[in-house]
């Protein structure tokens, strides 16, 4: 079925039109080719038998006639009076330019290259960040009543205290899963007590303190990168420093110095959580009664390797803390923003503390503890 | 023929609140409707009941001849094709360009093949007035006019016969708010499109509006003309159209 049909009259031609020209029936309109009026001094469009005709319609009708070059003169005839004041505004609206929603892409050098300045400048703005949050701290020191006490204790509620049973829980599996691999090398050669000492200076020194962050990480630094921005996207970070206030006193210090004193009191709980999921697995697997356990942990167990893992843990939630505060801060004005910087400062933050417990495993080593 | 839109003892009740108490009307043929009322009188719940975002308590809602409570999901979805919305911040896609947000719609809901959409993204972007330049931009980079545009051409992606506008002029100044009001008229009497808008603006209701209706008291306080609706006895309807001539009294 056509949808148009040519026929020569005079000088010029008549365009019959046909069916529905509609944007449903785009595709087929558009498969039936051009209309020939090249030459042609004069076009009349007939419109008698047009069913519908719509905006897309319209544009397709144009371009069956040959748009952008348009022969000089144009009649129409018939039909709804609507499909001419349709096809008016379209003809006047619609652009010549072919060229839109080009995607630009890029070769992979210039994405390497894009990639590599973008993390030097994020790498320098969080040194930047952390002098200024240091700085804040200075200034608070000297000025003790202009630090927020009520939001540091209401930070410290959630980043403690609520994040205890998830923090429990992890590391008691941890501890059991570290227990079960040691437990089934260990029966091997009899070496079944060894048992204590491996698991409580895993947990203490290493894998609490890591395992502790991560969640720290993914709980409460993607939390504050989510509450800053949305602050920042509502104008809210401009409304703190009109009323002569800065977000670094208001918002950064209370979250950071709160997530500070959170993580140690975290880690102990996972130190101990996690041994007693080692001496759970011990007592069900290696026959050593708890008892047994607890009196073994007392002779080979040294203060260092707790004190090392507890030094760990405020560092880490600086860090942590600071790159938050910081992502949040750094939103732009978009919602989609607000999701990039959250995921950024999950992975910042565990590259972060990964990195540091490497820079913390080599220099203990090193002084020999 | 179906009314476009027909309204029918609309309520809306939040919690022990009474948003709409008896809210009735019905619009026929093509022409810009506008809807006005004090804060708080549901002029955006009742927007948000049309379009089919909300349920009302009780009452029908239809549009072209269709409850929207009693159609089932297969042509809610036509239905939904056949209106567009324009949101009072535009409500573009921020992760996608501007060409792309006109074009999702069109993806979504059609088979066409990406070069007629991309003729129909152009057309779409020179019938709301845009450059074409501004198709590779994305929304962030857009200014608040533009914003509304883009969302505009958004709206109109699927050739709708109805337009629902949420305070299409806030947030413009009056130059840009104006050359706003005549794109509505001319895509009104264009295009034969219905355009029910809600607004505030008295220089919208004054420059292109055919008929007013005012909610407030949970009900629909009057209904008609502009002339007709101002000349109403009414607290709320005299306060209203009298702030514009408070303004020029006090000189400001």
Redesign the interface.
């Known amino acids: 079925m056509s949808f148009w049909s040519v026929d020569s009259k005079g000088n010029g031609v008549v365009v019959r039109f046909f069916d529905r020209w509609e944007l449903s029936q785009l595709q087929e309109i558009r498969t039936a080719g051009k209309a020939r009026t090249q030459g042609a001094g004069a076009v009349t469009l007939d419109f008698t038998e047009l069913r519908a005709l719509d905006t897309a319609g319209a544009m397709e009708l144009l371009n069956v006639i040959g748009w952008p070059q348009l022969p000089e003169k144009i009649e129409v005839q018939g039909g709804d009076p609507r499909f001419q004041s349709i096809l008016k505004i379209v003809r006047e609206r619609l652009s010549a330019d072919e060229k839109v929603g080009v995607h630009v892409s890029h070769s992979f050098l210039a994405q390497l290259g894009e990639v590599t300045v973008n993390l030097g400048k994020g790498i320098a703005a969080l040194v930047n960040f952390l002098g200024q949050s240091v700085m804040g701290f200075l200034s608070v020191l000297s000025r003790p009543h202009s630090f927020r006490i009520k939001e540091f204790f209401v930070q410290l509620q959630t980043t403690c205290v609520d994040a205890v049973p998830i923090c429990s829980l992890v590391t008691f599996l941890i501890g059991i899963v570290i227990a079960y691999l040691y437990a089934s090398q260990m029966q091997q050669f009899g070496a079944n007590i060894f048992i204590v000492e491996a698991v409580s200076i895993a947990m203490c020194r290493e894998l609490s303190p890591l395992i502790v962050a991560i969640i720290v990480a993914g709980r409460s630094g993607s939390a504050y990168t989510a509450q800053i921005g949305t602050m920042k996207l509502n104008e809210e970070i401009d409304a703190i420093y009109t009323m002569g206030l800065s977000p670094m006193q208001v918002l950064v210090l209370p979250r950071v110095l709160a997530l500070i004193i959170s993580m140690p009191l975290l880690v102990f709980v996972g130190d101990f959580v996690g041994t007693l999921g080692g001496a759970a697995i011990a007592d069900l697997f290696l026959e050593i009664t708890p008892q047994t356990f607890i009196e073994r942990l007392h002779t080979v167990f040294k203060l260092k390797h707790m004190v090392i893992g507890l030094i760990k843990a405020p560092v880490f939630a600086a860090f942590i803390g600071v790159i938050g505060c910081r992502m949040g801060l750094s939103v732009e004005n978009n919602a989609r923003s607000v999701g990039l910087n959250t995921t950024s400062t999950v992975v910042q933050s565990v590259v972060a503390v990964i990195l540091l417990n490497a820079v913390f495993a080599v220099v203990c080593n090193e002084l020999g503890y | 023929m179906a009314p476009l839109i027909e309204i029918k003892s609309v309520q809306t009740r939040f919690g022990e609140n009474w948003v709409h108490r008896d809210v009735s009307f019905t619009i026929n043929e093509p022409q810009v409707v506008a809807l006005i009322g004090g804060s708080g009188s549901g002029k955006s719940v009742l927007l948000k009941e049309i379009i089919g975002l909300l349920k009302p308590t009780a009452g029908t809602i239809a549009l072209f001849g269709k409850d929207l409570q009693r159609t089932d999901p297969a042509e809610l979805r036509e239905l939904r094709t056949r209106f567009g919305v324009l949101f009072q911040n535009g409500a573009l896609f921020?992760?996608l360009?501007v060409?792309?947000n006109v074009?999702v719609p069109l993806r979504e809901q059609?088979?066409?093949?990406e070069e007629?959409i991309?003729?129909?993204?152009?057309?779409r972007?020179?019938?709301s007035?845009l450059?074409?330049g501004t198709?590779?931009k994305?929304?962030?980079e857009l200014s608040g006019g533009m914003r509304k545009r883009a969302a505009l051409a958004r709206a109109?992606a699927?050739?709708p016969q109805i337009l629902f506008l949420d305070e299409p002029t806030s947030g413009l100044d009056p130059i840009m708010a104006r050359a706003f009001d005549q794109l509505i008229r001319?895509?009104c009497?264009?295009?034969?499109l219905t355009i029910l808008l809600v607004t505030h603006d008295l220089d919208t209701l004054d420059g292109i509006v055919d008929r007013v209706i005012v909610l407030g008291e949970g009900r629909v306080l009057a209904d008609g003309p502009v002339d007709r609706v101002r000349a109403v006895d009414h607290p709320w309807i005299r306060s209203y159209f009298s702030a514009r001539a408070g303004q020029a009294a006090n000189g400001t």
């Open positions: 921020s992760a360009s060409a792309d074009a059609t088979t066409l093949p007629i991309n003729d129909i993204v152009r057309l972007l020179g019938l007035g450059p074409p198709a590779i994305m929304p962030s109109l699927m050739e001319t895509l009497d264009g295009l034969g």
